[in-house]
């Protein structure tokens, strides 16, 4: 009897060995599984790069797109870019992993590139094995105008984006119902669907024209066109005939009439203005700014 609770004991203490090794065996296999589904730690850390990199590559773009529209060509550099806030969201212009800075250059009047060095071939899966979609070409429709798509895939290492400003609809507009701020005029510049509110006497400039090969319609808004050949300097005689002008309905008040080199007349509802002597402050005076009428204050 004794001899078979030993050997009885013996089988159990055998059979909790055999269910320890098995269970080891399958937490292993589990963990190695996991492993190879969801890749290494550091693996998984360079797809989140990679991905941040796209991210604010997009955004970076978006904000020259608007830059370009906004000032009439394209920013100098990233850094001028990410430096005016205006309509812009530069969320960073330095890489995520190694903070060196994208690479930023113009092409032509209107292309750039955008360059950054990636870890990997963009992702068909994800961390799971899953497929998944590249990323989505950006086709933004904008005022009913469907421009090319922007393709974001990209191969390990440095690979450089070819990009064409995409369209927008112009974000200041202007006309005789919404009339531009003192210091501003409403043009409508070559190449560009709508008006816009310029720097006074920085018309030709907003239009990307060459020196000296612009001209500026007398007209409201201003009609700004480039020309072949540089404009022949304005005679000797040539005299400002500037006026101080007041809106009747808004208050606002602005310098019109003919510089030394461009007329700008006024939208309807505008009279002279004579500020009074004792207006606190320093007077309102129009001068000539570079050949146009310009407001000093």
């Given at each position: 009897m004794k001899e078979q609770r030993t050997e009885n004991k013996g089988q159990r203490r055998a059979g909790l060995k055999v269910f320890t090794a098995a269970v080891v065996a399958m937490v292993a296999a589990v963990i190695a599984v996991g492993l190879y589904v969801a890749g290494s730690p550091s693996k998984e850390r360079e797809r989140r790069f990679d991905e941040q990199r796209v991210n604010e590559l997009q955004q970076i773009a978006n904000a020259v797109d608007n830059a370009y529209y906004r000032d009439g060509h394209l920013p100098s550099s990233l850094e001028e870019l990410a430096a005016n806030k205006q309509d812009n969201y530069v969320p960073s212009i330095v890489d995520p992993a190694t903070r060196a800075p994208y690479e930023y250059r113009t092409t032509d009047g209107d292309t750039y590139e955008l360059c950054a060095t990636f870890d990997d071939v963009t992702q068909q899966t994800d961390q799971y094995g899953r497929p998944q979609a590249a990323p989505v070409p950006t086709k933004p429709m904008i005022g009913g105008v469907a421009p090319g798509y922007r393709d974001w895939n990209h191969p390990a290492g440095r690979y450089c984006y070819e990009l064409t400003v995409e369209p927008r609809?112009?974000?200041?507009?202007?006309?005789?119902?919404?009339?531009?701020?003192?210091?501003?005029?409403?043009?409508?510049?070559?190449?560009?669907?709508?008006?816009?509110?310029?720097?006074?006497?920085?018309?030709?400039?907003?239009?990307?024209?060459?020196?000296?090969?612009?001209?500026?319609?007398?007209?409201?808004?201003?009609?700004?066109?480039?020309?072949?050949?540089?404009?022949?300097?304005?005679?000797?005689?040539?005299?400002?005939?500037?006026?101080?002008?007041?809106?009747?309905?808004?208050?606002?008040?602005?310098?019109?009439?003919?510089?030394?080199?461009?007329?700008?007349?006024?939208?309807?509802?505008?009279?002279?203005?004579?500020?009074?002597?004792?207006?606190?402050?320093?007077?309102y005076a129009c001068y000539d700014d570079n050949g146009t009428c310009a407001l000093a204050q």
């Amino acid at each position: 009897m004794k001899e078979q609770r030993t050997e009885n004991k013996g089988q159990r203490r055998a059979g909790l060995k055999v269910f320890t090794a098995a269970v080891v065996a399958m937490v292993a296999a589990v963990i190695a599984v996991g492993l190879y589904v969801a890749g290494s730690p550091s693996k998984e850390r360079e797809r989140r790069f990679d991905e941040q990199r796209v991210n604010e590559l997009q955004q970076i773009a978006n904000a020259v797109d608007n830059a370009y529209y906004r000032d009439g060509h394209l920013p100098s550099s990233l850094e001028e870019l990410a430096a005016n806030k205006q309509d812009n969201y530069v969320p960073s212009i330095v890489d995520p992993a190694t903070r060196a800075p994208y690479e930023y250059r113009t092409t032509d009047g209107d292309t750039y590139e955008l360059c950054a060095t990636f870890d990997d071939v963009t992702q068909q899966t994800d961390q799971y094995g899953r497929p998944q979609a590249a990323p989505v070409p950006t086709k933004p429709m904008i005022g009913g105008v469907a421009p090319g798509y922007r393709d974001w895939n990209h191969p390990a290492g440095r690979y450089c984006y070819e990009l064409t400003v995409e369209p927008r609809m112009p974000t200041q507009a202007c006309g005789l119902t919404n009339p531009c701020q003192a210091g501003q005029t409403c043009a409508q510049l070559p190449n560009k669907n709508g008006t816009f509110c310029v720097p006074a006497g920085k018309e030709c400039l907003a239009a990307g024209c060459p020196d000296g090969q612009c001209v500026i319609m007398e007209s409201y808004p201003a009609q700004v066109r480039c020309t072949t050949e540089k404009s022949p300097p304005p005679p000797p005689s040539a005299k400002s005939s500037c006026t101080l002008m007041r809106d009747k309905a808004s208050g606002k008040v602005d310098c019109f009439g003919c510089g030394t080199k461009v007329c700008k007349d006024p939208a309807p509802g505008w009279e002279p203005y004579n500020p009074p002597k004792d207006q606190p402050g320093i007077p309102y005076a129009c001068y000539d700014d570079n050949g146009t009428c310009a407001l000093a204050q």
